[in-house]
């Protein structure tokens, strides 16, 4: 309110009686009116201006972190396909001084594989003996039994991959029924 005495005694020093029509009082609280509309529309637009700013940061952040779920999910099957491969190869024939050397690359492989995973987020959901979790696994079938509590898991068809904090591929699972 200073500000206005001090414009007013201005005003009055130059003659101004205020008695004219458009009276300057009347002209200054217009303008502070003005000028105050203006600062709240430059106030939101920085507001507006830095909620844009994080939200870009945050999406550039996520695309980031998430860029590879698409290669993740493709190798998943190859993963599938060593471990099918291992788990076909009759105890005998993994005795066979022939097959060792290439038993011994196929399990380097998907040492290797599992490794990747590991350093890139992607790591294998627990399954077997664990209460069913629909947000992680899917259950195919309903197996009975006296042994463990109905709901548990008791058998694992395929394995379930996560990417960091996201699914890539639930485990497909059997689940517990009473007998």
Same mark, same amino acid.
């Given at each position: ?25 009347? $002209?200054?609280? $217009? ?48 993963? $599938? ?15 066979? $001084? ?82």
């Amino acid at each position: 309110m200073n500000d206005e005495q001090d414009l007013q005694e201005q005003a009055e020093a130059a003659g101004f009686d205020g008695a004219e029509d458009g009276a300057p009082e009347q $002209d200054f609280s $217009d303008l502070v009116k003005e000028l105050e509309e203006v600062r709240q529309h430059v106030l939101y637009a920085q507001a507006e201006t830095h909620n844009v700013r994080r939200r870009l940061e945050q999406e550039k952040l996520t695309a980031a972190t998430y860029a590879a779920t698409g290669f993740a999910r493709d190798m998943l099957s190859v993963k $599938d396909n060593l471990d099918r491969a291992l788990a076909a190869v009759p105890e005998e024939l993994r005795q066979d $001084d022939k097959l060792k050397a290439l038993l011994t690359g196929i399990e380097a492989t998907s040492r290797e594989l599992d490794s990747v995973f590991a350093r890139n987020g992607v790591t294998r959901v627990e399954a077997l003996g664990k209460a069913l979790d629909p947000n992680r696994h899917q259950a195919m079938v309903e197996i009975p039994s006296d042994e463990a509590e109905p709901g548990t898991i008791v058998q694992e068809m395929q394995a379930g991959y996560m990417l960091k904090d996201r699914l890539l591929r639930p485990a497909l699972v059997g689940v517990a029924k009473k007998g």
